[in-house]
């Protein structure tokens, strides 16, 4: 895992392979960057360099101390219970699918079932899970590579929690999330896709403008897309 940059007029590296200077490994980077026109910055901060938690370093140090078969059983274990942290263990290893047809489908499935949230006899708690599920399956769908189509059922998912955020809001002493914590996550996403679909400010102006228009629980975080839509008016 080679890392390059540029800090003080001079490239630095660093590399798992332990070399003191710049390895074969990183040097290889930043011949690929060179032939691709790479725009290197000036003031790189290595890996090294990052400030991490105590908790972060603690976690580092006994990944450190296992060996190789203990970490990949961990991570392997753990994916099978967490589908978030699935889907990003196989976007670091390259593994996704190009088309993420499957998540759309999945995501279409969530929507359908967490539309239906208040159906028949419901409780305040089956909104809140429907509204952590929606969530968490925004997160998964922008772990695949962005699509309009996914764009648009995150667009969708915001309209189904705004419509059922009513319910927190009339519920103020007996929930135990605010709707906020679902509409965050959920405005992340839209506004990831809007950036990695490279849209031109216009649209993004035009989507989250639509958007404000259809919610009446104010889900959508205009501020969010601040720079997305640095010198156009939303309104």
Request: aromatic share 6%; glycine share 8%.
């Amino acid at each position: 895992m080679p890392w390059i940059g540029v800090a003080d007029r001079d490239f630095i590296g660093e590399c798992d392979c332990d070399a003191s200077d710049l390895c074969a490994h990183a040097v290889a980077v930043a011949l690929t960057g060179f032939e691709q026109g790479v725009a290197w910055s000036g003031i790189a901060t290595p890996p090294s360099a990052v400030a991490v938690s105590a908790e972060q370093a603690r976690l580092a140090e006994a990944v450190a101390r296992l060996a190789p078969r203990q970490v990949a059983d961990l991570i392997v274990a753990h994916a099978v219970r967490d589908r978030l942290f699935a889907a990003a263990v196989l976007r670091a290893a390259g593994m996704l699918e190009s088309s993420g047809e499957a998540a759309l489908g999945d995501f279409r499935l969530v929507l359908r079932e967490v539309s239906n949230a208040t159906t028949g006899r419901w409780q305040i708690s089956d909104v809140e899970t429907a509204g952590q599920r929606l969530a968490t399956e925004a997160e998964i769908l922008c772990a695949h590579p962005a699509s309009v189509a996914a764009l648009e059922l995150v667009e969708k998912a915001i309209l189904v929690w705004d419509d059922l955020s009513g319910h927190l809001h009339d519920a103020y002493y007996d929930r135990r999330i605010d709707p906020e914590e679902v509409g965050y996550p959920l405005t992340e996403a839209h506004r990831t896709l809007c950036e990695q679909l490279g849209l031109d400010r216009a649209e993004v102006a035009e989507r989250v403008t639509t958007l404000i228009g259809r919610c009446n629980y104010d889900t959508l975080d205009v501020e969010a897309y601040s720079d997305l839509l640095s010198g156009g008016n939303v309104g």
